[in-house]
Every structure is written in structure tokens, then in C-alpha cells.
């Protein structure tokens, strides 16, 4: 695809480049969201929209020194200005933010533990071949 919409501050590099880019870009937007969740504002804010799409491009993401070394990695992992070095579902699944001690998943899924934060926010992630359920807990 190469059609240009999308928020401006969750347009992927590779849609304010005008090349062709594919659902690579959900997850993008996917890290803007957390992102947007943790620190209630976009990685790439500005007052001026016209500054966020150079912020994008450079890709420098602030902040991260204040967030879990897990959350760090699915963070950087999704805001990968190339999108070919961007988070998949595949790395989204294998990684450690979701099955890290002391909180696992399967035991809040499954009522043997509690879970620790104050509400658990969940999105659908779709793939032409997959799908998952996800949750955040912030």
C-alpha cells in the first residue's frame, strides 16, 4: 500500500516516506499506543504537528530510562524507524514483558494470582495468518 492517512502522531516513518509499506505499520502505532498509555502523551509529540514527522524519522524515542527493561524492549522493538527491524507478533508473543516474574498471565487469566496494576487495557492484534489477544498491564 501506499496511501497516505493516518494521526499524525502515529503515522510510521515509512508512510511519511511515501514507500510501500505493509501492516508493519500496526505495529508502529501498536508502540505509540503503549507508549501513549505509560507517559500520556505520543513518543513523538510536539505542539507544532508539523515537527513530529522529522521526530519520527529520527526516530529518537525519551524517556525509556524510566520504564521496566521489558517494556524497554517492546518499546524499542515496535518504534524501529526500518520497518524490517520492527516487533512482529512473533517477537510480541516470545518476549519476556508478558510472562516476566512475579506476575504471570496464565495465573491472573486463571485467578491464581491477582492482578497488580489497577485495570488491564487489551488489544486485538490481527496478522493474515494469526491472530492474538494481548494484554498490557499498567
Given amino acids: 500500500t501506499r496511501t497516505f492517512c493516518g494521526t499524525t502522531e502515529y503515522i510510521a516513518s515509512e508512510i511519511y516516506q511515501r514507500v510501500r509499506y505493509n501492516f508493519s505499520v500496526d505495529y508502529w ?4 499506543m503503549i507508549y501513549e498509555m505509560r507517559f500520556m502523551k505520543t513518543p513523538f ?3 507544532d504537528e508539523r515537527e513530529i514527522r522529522p521526530r519520527v524519522l529520527e526516530g529518537k ?3 525509556l530510562d524510566e520504564v521496566s527493561k521489558e517494556l524497554r524492549k517492546v518499546l524499542i522493538g515496535l518504534l524501529q524507524v526500518n520497518p524490517t527491524e520492527r516487533f512482529g507478533l512473533e517477537q510480541l508473543v516470545s518476549d519476556q514483558f508478558y510472562s516476566s516474574s512475579p506476575y504471570s498471565l ?9 492482578c497488580p496494576f489497577g485495570r488491564i487495557v487489551s488489544f486485538f492484534i490481527f496478522t493474515q495468518i494469526n491472530s492474538i489477544f494481548l494484554h498490557f498491564f499498567f
Fill in 61 to 63: 524515542v525519551k524517556h
Fill in 45 to 47: 509529540y510536539h505542539v
Fill in 29 to 32: 502505532s501498536l508502540g505509540v
Fill in 106 to 114: 496464565d495465573e491472573i487469566e486463571q485467578g491464581i494470582s491477582q
